[in-house]
C-alpha cells in the first residue's frame, strides 16, 4: 500500500486539497501499477509561522 505525504503551506481552499489528494493517487496509482483504493495520501498543512525560507518564516516573508 503506497503511503504518500506532502507537506504545504497552509491557507489554501480545500478544494486544492482535494485535487492535490487527486491527482497524487492517479500518479502513484499509475507510476507504481497500484489500485487507487490502496493508494493513501496525508496531506499536512504547516503554519507560515513554522517554515522558514532563507532564514525567515514564510509570515516574515509575506508570503
Partial sequence: M???????LEGRPPEKIEALISALTE???????APA??????VEEVPRT???IGGQSAAARGR
Avoid: K, M, Q, Y
Avoid at 503506497?2 to 504545504?8: D, F, Q, S
Avoid at 500518479?27 to 501499477?33: I, P, Q
Fill in 2 to 8: 503506497p503511503i504518500l505525504t506532502v507537506r504545504v
Fill in 37 to 42: 483504493e490502496s493508494v493513501r495520501v496525508l
Fill in 50 to 52: 513554522h517554515w522558514g
Fill in 27 to 33: 500518479a502513484a496509482s499509475r507510476v507504481l501499477d
